[in-house]
């Protein structure tokens, strides 16, 4: 109890306040590139079209503003989702180096060690992270003038084979609730395939948890 008081009280509680405090700070901040263009140039965009464009994300991606938090919390803890959402690139760098940093210790998620080496891992991402895009940014393009188109339509398979990678990493450890979350896609994508996409993830993400519960409190009161 005492060892749980002092990580909510040195570590869980100042990484609240740091981490709204940041967030609420980057939200003005994001808008900068966007004003410099529209005072620079003069390309301001009509209301129109700002609710157009934030329509048409909203569609697409409005559902991960629910299922990332509820998804990825128990892995990354709270400091892990502060960094998370205030660095990007969630499910195809932070949640992985999240998971490996925790594997290679031997720590569970949803732990106070799980989370202090989910933070640990991605703080070495961000860092490795701001070097390798700086580089890119500065040499980006003639690094991939000498990349063979062949190699470059390679990367568009790198983001599913991370989710692969990740998807077999947990069936290993849970070959039920991994078989039971790949049947519930395989039903929604190729069986009934008249929900859209936006519907398609919270679905299978929630079924695939309930299912979780109600296995764990059956197992729990058979034993």
């Known amino acids: 109890m005492e060892t749980k008081g002092t990580f909510k009280s040195e570590f869980s509680d100042p990484i609240i306040k740091l981490g709204r405090a940041t967030l609420l700070m980057a939200v003005p901040l994001s808008f900068i590139p966007a004003l410099y263009l529209g005072f620079r140039y003069d390309a301001f965009p009509t209301l129109q079209n700002i609710l157009t464009a934030w329509f048409m994300v909203a569609s697409i991606y409005g559902v991960e503003y629910f299922m990332t938090p509820i998804s990825y919390y128990p892995i990354l803890g709270n ?29 569970s998620p949803g732990t106070e060690e799980g989370e202090l080496v ?16 700086t580089i890119a940014a500065i040499a980006g393009n003639g690094i991939l003038s000498v990349i063979p188109p062949s190699i470059q339509q390679a990367f568009d398979y790198v983001l ?9 990493l947990f069936a290993i450890k ?39 519960i109600w296995d764990t409190k059956r197992s729990r009161a058979q034993a």
């Open 79 to 107: 400091a892990g989702t502060y960094l998370a959402f205030l660095s990007g690139n969630i499910a195809n760098v932070r949640v992985p180096c999240a998971i490996v940093a925790q594997e290679a210790v031997g720590v």
């Open 160 to 168: 599913p084979a991370i989710f692969g990678a990740l998807f077999a």
């Open 118 to 133: 989910a933070t640990i891992g991605m703080s070495g991402s961000i860092i490795t992270n701001l070097i390798v895009v």
């Open 174 to 212: 849970y070959p039920k609730y991994a078989a039971f979350g790949a049947v519930m896609a395989i039903l929604l994508v190729f069986v009934i395939r008249v929900l859209p996409t936006i519907l398609m993830v919270p679905i299978c993400s929630f079924t695939t948890i309930a299912y979780a």
